[in-house]
C-alpha cells in the first residue's frame, strides 16, 4: 500500500509502519528544530528511527524539544552508538543509562566502532538494557579502515548480538559509507555481504548505506523492504521513490518489461 498523493498501479508492497523489516534510519547530524518540523511534516511516513549522530546529543540546543517533535510523528529517536561508547571508556555507563531515563529513550544502541569493547562484556550490556524494556540496537564492523573482518567473524558477532538480545544488527559503514561491508571507494564487498546474509535472516540486519548506489544495491539485491540505514534526511523522499521503483536506479527492478 502507497502513501503516495495519486494512485501509480503495479507498485511493489510496501511495509507500513509500525515496521519489522523494510526499516529506513535516516542520520541527524545536528539538525534544528524547525529542519526536524520540517522533515517529520513531509517525510514521517518513510522514517522508522532517527539516529542523533555520534555524540551530537551532548551540545544539541532544545534536545527534549526535538524528540518530543519525534515522537509526535511517530519516529523513534535514539542516541548513535559513539555516545555509549565515550561513557563506556570513561566507565561511566552506568550515567549512560541515567541519562536514557532522563531523556525517556525507548531504543540504545550498543556498538564498538570506535572502542574496543570484549565482545563478552558487549554481549553483557545488550542482555542488560534488553532485560529493562529497551529496544536494542546493536553494531558490528570498525569505524577504522585498516581492521577488515573476515566473513566467518562478523557472521559470529552478528549471531551472538541477536542472541543476547538485539532487535537489528547495523552493519556499520560510518557516515561517509567507506568502512565495513564497503571498500574504501564506496563500493560494495558484495561476497561479504552474500556471505553474511546466508547465514543471517536479511531482516535482522539494518545496512548503513550514506550513497545513492549503495542504496540502490541493496533495493536491487534484496528487494523494496530491505532495512537500510545513515539515510541523509535530504535523500529519504529519494530513497522511497528507489524502493518503490519511482527512479532510474531501480526502475526496472520491480516492472516487467514491455
Known amino acids: ?18 515496521r519489522r523489516y523494510g526499516l529506513t534510519m535516516v542520520m541527524d547530524k545536528g539538525l534544528g528544530i524547525h529542519a526536524v518540523e520540517d522533515l517529520s511534516s513531509n517525510a514521517a511516513p518513510y522514517i522508522d528511527f532517527v ?64 572502542v574496543e569493547v570484549p565482545h563478552e562484556e558487549k554481549l553483557r550490556w545488550i542482555d542488560f538494557f534488553k532485560s529493562r524494556g529497551y529496544t536494542v540496537l546493536s553494531e558490528v564492523g570498525s569505524k577504522d579502515s585498516t581492521k577488515v573482518l573476515p566473513p566467518f567473524r562478523w557472521i559470529e558477532l552478528i549471531r551472538a ?3 543476547a538480545g538485539s532487535s537489528w544488527v547495523i552493519a556499520e559503514a560510518r557516515e561517509s559509507g567507506t568502512v565495513g561491508m564497503y571498500r574504501s571507494t564506496g ?37 523494496t523492504n530491505v532495512n537500510l540505514g545513515n539515510i541523509s534526511p535530504e535523500d529519504i523522499i529519494s530513497v522511497e521513490t528507489m524502493r518503490l521503483g519511482l527512479r532510474g536506479d531501480t526502475f526496472w527492478s520491480f516492472l516487467e518489461r514491455g
Open 187 to 223: 563500493e560494495v564487498r558484495e561476497g561479504l555481504v552474500e556471505e553474511v546474509v546466508h547465514a543471517i535472516p536479511v531482516e535482522k540486519l539494518i545496512f548503513e548505506a550514506p550513497q545513492r548506489s549503495q542504496q540502490a544495491w541493496f533495493i536491487r539485491r534484496f528487494g
Open 1 to 18: 500500500m502507497s502513501v503516495g498523493n495519486f494512485s501509480l498501479p503495479n507498485l511493489p508492497e510496501r511495509t507500513l509502519k509500525p
Open 51 to 114: 539516529k542523533l549522530g555520534w555524540c551530537t546529543a551532548y551540545l544539541t540546543r532544545n534536545l527534549e524539544t526535538k524528540l518530543k517533535i519525534y515522537r509526535e510523528f511517530g519516529i523513534e529517536p535514539y542516541f548513535g552508538g559513539t555516545l555509549w561508547e565515550t561513557f563506556y571508556i570513561r566507565r561511566a555507563a552506568e550515567e549512560f543509562y541515567r541519562i536514557l531515563e532522563r531523556y525517556s529513550m525507548r531504543f540504545v544502541e550498543v556498538s564498538d566502532g570506535s
Open 161 to 163: 548480538e541477536l542472541e
